[in-house]
């Protein structure tokens, strides 16, 4: 493979990438939501591939050819040497008007300033869960049911919520308490709990905080709107392993919909519920058979194939730079 045909594989597959992966992942709903932590996987790897290769995009560029120099003389040497260790296609090499450590820099410049905005919305998002939770706790009780520590609210809406552990963990209201057996308890409870264990919080929050700069990228935007799905989906199956489908699906009809606790300043978009009747279609009728199977291995094949590419590029710069050129 020569530095054009790496370059048209890696911009073809990212466009390609942005916009069918949407039909996909839709196509696929029916296989992934059998399988949730492999949908949670193919989701995040998803957007993880589609950035890989855009930030590849440059230095392949780099590799084409060589521009004007931009730096002074010893760092242009020295900034031509390294690329040349990392470059394996170096007899594709031409003159260009593009200086190459302009195309490196795009990439830098870019994958900072994500990282930067990311950071940002993470801080936000942490102090908001941090606020809300000091306002529906302030009063909670402690308690430990069915094995699980937890809050209890002394209210009548029946709710059952999570926040990250650091900022409270799992809330029952009284309300929930009284109106769910014991059985249907559990369940809502090892729904909660699995969330927690399984670091839900922190997925969600990695894939809004992209989302808000991305979510014009059709892929993006469809990744960010299922993976509440995913989540839940995730957090059902081990509650079922735990209390059995009868008692959360009696639970979910009993808490109805996902409703807010009564806080009218201090909003819960943070925090994860058990709540959410949409959800007992699949619990009660699970999607069977080979159904979207077939987009399910095409989608995770070509992510993997795409990430192959993106690694072809990256890897060669990450071994130049740790060997010092």
């Excluded at 992966?21 to 998803?46: C, E, K, N, S």
């Excluded at 925090?271 to 949409?278: D, I, K, N, S, T």
């Amino acid at each position: 493979m020569t530095v054009t045909m790496l370059t048209v594989a890696l911009i073809a597959g990212l466009v390609a990438l942005a916009v069918f992966g949407p039909w996909l992942l839709r196509h696929a709903a029916p296989m992934l939501v059998r399988v949730p932590r492999v949908a949670i996987l193919i989701v995040t790897g998803g957007i993880a591939v589609w950035l890989g290769t855009l930030l590849a995009i440059g230095p392949v560029l780099a590799w084409a050819g060589s521009g004007p120099a931009l730096l002074p003389e010893r760092a242009a040497e020295f900034c031509q040497r390294c690329l040349t260790a990392a470059n394996p296609f170096s007899a594709d090499a031409s003159v260009t008007m593009i200086p190459a450590i302009l195309l490196l820099a795009l990439p830098t410049v870019l994958a900072l300033a994500l990282g930067i905005g990311m950071t940002r919305q993470l801080i936000r998002r942490s102090f908001h869960s941090r606020r809300a939770a000091r306002a529906l706790l302030s009063g909670a009780c402690p308690a430990r049911l069915h094995g699980h520590h937890l809050s209890l609210v002394d209210t009548e809406h029946p709710f059952a919520l999570n926040f990250p552990a650091r900022h409270g963990g799992i809330v029952l209201s009284t309300g929930a308490a009284h109106a769910l057996e014991d059985d249907e308890l559990a369940a809502v409870l090892a729904h909660e709990h699995a969330h927690l264990r399984q670091r839900h919080h922190l997925i969600s929050a990695v894939i809004e905080a992209i989302a808000a700069y991305l979510r014009w990228v059709p892929l993006v935007r469809a990744a960010a709107d299922a993976m509440p799905h995913y989540l839940e989906i995730a957090a059902d199956n081990q509650a079922r392993r735990e209390a059995g489908t009868p008692a959360l699906v009696s639970a979910l009809v009993k808490l109805g919909e996902r409703t807010q606790p009564a806080l009218p300043h201090h909003p819960c978009p943070v925090a994860l519920h058990a709540a959410g009747p949409e959800r007992i279609s699949q619990l009660v009728r699970p999607s069977a058979g080979l159904a979207g199977a077939l987009p399910a291995v095409a989608i995770g094949t070509y992510l993997l194939a795409l990430a192959a590419l993106s690694a072809a590029v990256h890897l060669p710069y990450a071994s130049a730079a740790l060997t010092g050129c």
